[in-house]
């Protein structure tokens, strides 16, 4: 019988409390469906900062990319750039680069 007791004196206080949040408004949901379409855009279009630090010095990925990119279109200006592979050697304070598969270069940082 004590069993029976403790269980039935466990259950009531459960039973009076009010579980879950409140109930948002039209208006509320609406913002909040906005705020995370917003944070989820934002997250797809993620583009990280990037950057090798080697013996003391350090160079941003983005800078490299960039100077691969003006130092092909210095010899081939009308090649459209569909494909771009970077070799980052820091040792040699060099990057090397592939530009489509076919041409290929490199850029003293």
Same mark, same amino acid.
């Given at each position: 019988?004590?069993? @029976? !007791?403790?269980?039935? &004196?466990? %259950?009531?206080?459960?039973? +009076?409390? #009010?579980?879950?949040?409140?109930?948002? $408004?039209?208006? @509320? !949901?609406?913002?909040? &469906?906005? %705020?995370?379409?917003?944070? +989820?855009? #934002?997250?797809?279009?993620?583009?990280? $900062?990037?950057?090798?630090?080697?013996?003391?010095?350090?160079?941003?990925?983005?800078?490299?990319?960039?100077?691969?990119?003006?130092?092909?279109?210095?010899?081939?200006?009308?090649?459209?750039?569909?494909?771009?592979?970077?070799?980052?050697?820091?040792?040699?304070?060099?990057?090397?680069?592939?530009?489509?598969?076919?041409?290929?270069?490199?850029?003293?940082?």
């Amino acid at each position: 019988m004590d069993k @029976e !007791k403790t269980i039935g &004196a466990a %259950a009531e206080p459960a039973a +009076k409390r #009010k579980g879950g949040r409140k109930p948002m $408004t039209p208006e @509320e !949901k609406a913002a909040s &469906a906005k %705020a995370r379409a917003e944070s +989820k855009a #934002k997250a797809d279009s993620l583009k990280p $900062t990037v950057v090798v630090q080697f013996q003391g010095s350090e160079v941003d990925l983005d800078a490299l990319v960039e100077a691969a990119k003006a130092d092909f279109r210095q010899t081939k200006k009308r090649t459209p750039i569909t494909d771009l592979k970077l070799y980052v050697k820091p040792e040699e304070r060099m990057a090397y680069y592939v530009v489509n598969e076919k041409h290929n270069g490199s850029i003293a940082y």
